[in-house]
């Protein structure tokens, strides 16, 4: 994962600990600096350094508004069929000014959490929350009940 900014210890860095630590193998985290200057600027620094970061042969995948909202039966037959490919996974989060258009070119998917928009610290507990959901559906694990709505 290539997240923006340096997170602080806090609530937001507990529930992505939390999940991070349930999941296997755990999501190795990547921060990139937030940038300075206009909203222009700063994705364009951004991605710039996010590009640097990511491994060449990844499947990455951007977390973006605009992407594709699968539930969470549909997380994980992505993330199956995204294993099958034979590729390390790489999640990108972007700032608060969002990913560059070159980043956006580079991912091969763009998912959504929904349609609202969330802060990008508590995206990345909630990717990790839902990732290890996805293995929980994958293996059988009661932990997602699929019959609640």
């Not at 290539?2 to 997170?7: C, I």
């Not at 630590?21 to 364009?44: K, Q």
Request: cysteine-free; proline content about 8%; hydrophobic content about 45%.
């Amino acid at each position: 994962m290539v997240s923006v900014g340096r997170m602080k210890s806090g609530p937001e860095a507990d529930l992505f600990a939390l999940y991070n630590a349930r999941l296997r193998p755990p999501l190795v985290l990547r921060e990139i600096p937030e940038a300075r200057g206009s909203a222009a600027e700063v994705r364009r620094r951004e991605g710039e350094a996010i590009l640097a970061a990511l491994p060449p042969a990844a499947l990455v995948v951007a977390m973006d508004l605009g992407g594709h909202r699968p539930d969470s039966e549909g997380l994980a037959a992505l993330l199956e069929r995204w294993e099958q490919a034979g590729k390390g996974l790489a999640f990108v989060i972007g700032g608060a000014e969002g990913l560059d258009p070159a980043v956006q070119a580079r991912a091969e998917q763009r998912l959504s959490l929904g349609p609202m928009t969330w802060p990008h610290f508590l995206v990345r507990g909630l990717l990790a929350e839902q990732l290890y959901r996805a293995q929980a559906i994958r293996a059988g694990h009661p932990y997602h009940r699929s019959w609640r709505p």
